[in-house]
């Protein structure tokens, strides 16, 4: 008896071995280059460095610098603004494109995939169409305006006015097709009795929307809520294809300004304060998205 309880506890220590080399590579590289990746941009965050001479340790002089920095509030205002705007905009248009595409209708499928081709699709190529598209002379939302509303469509994207809800009309439609598909999960999770049993008692449409399927799919909505949030606060490729931060910084975002410290003008500490700013903002509202989430996500 203890011979086989020893050669079962040997068993169980060697695929216990056997599976830790097995994650080795991915712990390496997790530690490697994503912990020790965030632990150097916070100390590098401290110090004044170009990459060609050496750190200067300035402690929190960056910090400071971007609480006096007047830009530094206008890239966070246009964040905010993207955020504010695109974010319940894509939430709701995609939850009324999954309700619709929920239902039993001829092609749904093919529906589905076009909808979601978007997607799957390069930002940086997305963003090249929609520049175009955006052309005031030549463009084809300016044509549309003319030939179908008779409206003269403004410079899209050089108007200080226009060129951020430019970029947010495009965003959002490049990410309707994934919270869609993560809204149509939802909305096939909720069981058919309580539909049935609402008709029944003479339930309408609306009502039976507001009662039932919201609650239902609550957790489905704050997940796409808080990812769809966190992504807004990421936009990059969109403003650094279409309009390069202008005009006049009105569409630069936090993470273009981070691009332009430490890779065009080489201020890599101040880059790595911006980043942490980030982190701290994104961190902030999603616990605040989460301490929320109790008074409306039913599980």
Request: aromatic share 16%.
């Amino acid at each position: 008896m203890p011979a086989k309880r020893k050669r079962k506890i040997s068993r169980k220590t060697r695929e216990a071995i056997e599976a830790y080399v097995l994650l080795l590579p991915t712990l390496v590289g997790l530690v490697v280059f994503t912990a020790g990746a965030v632990i150097a941009a916070f100390l590098i965050s401290f110090t004044r460095w170009d990459i060609v001479t050496p750190a200067e340790w300035i402690g929190i002089g960056n910090y400071q610098r971007l609480a006096t920095e007047p830009l530094f509030w206008k890239v966070l205002g246009n964040t905010f603004y993207y955020t504010i705007l695109s974010v319940p905009l894509s939430l709701v248009l995609s939850l009324i494109l999954a309700l619709a595409l929920n239902q039993k209708i001829r092609g749904v499928t093919i529906y589905r995939t076009m909808y979601f081709l978007p997607v799957v699709s390069s930002t940086v190529a997305v963003s090249l169409v929609w520049y175009w598209m955006y052309n005031p002379e030549f463009g084809l939302i300016n044509y549309a305006l003319a030939k179908l509303l008779n409206i003269n469509g403004p410079a899209w994207l050089s108007s200080t006015k226009w060129a951020m809800p430019a970029i947010i009309i495009m965003s959002v439609w490049k990410g309707l097709g994934y919270n869609m598909v993560i809204f149509l999960a939802g909305l096939q999770g909720v069981p058919q009795e309580l539909y049935e049993a609402a008709r029944i008692d003479g339930a309408t449409g609306w009502q039976q929307f507001r009662n039932i399927t919201l609650p239902m799919i609550s957790p489905t909505t704050f997940f796409v809520l808080v990812m769809s949030t966190i992504s807004s606060f990421q936009v990059f490729e969109q403003t650094y294809i279409m309009t390069k931060g202008g005009p006049a910084y009105s569409t630069l975002t936090l993470v273009y300004y981070v691009f332009q410290q430490a890779f065009q003008w080489y201020h890599m500490g101040y880059a790595a304060a911006l980043a942490y700013v980030l982190f701290a903002v994104i961190l902030v509202i999603t616990l605040l998205q989460a301490t929320c989430q109790r008074r409306w996500v039913h599980y």
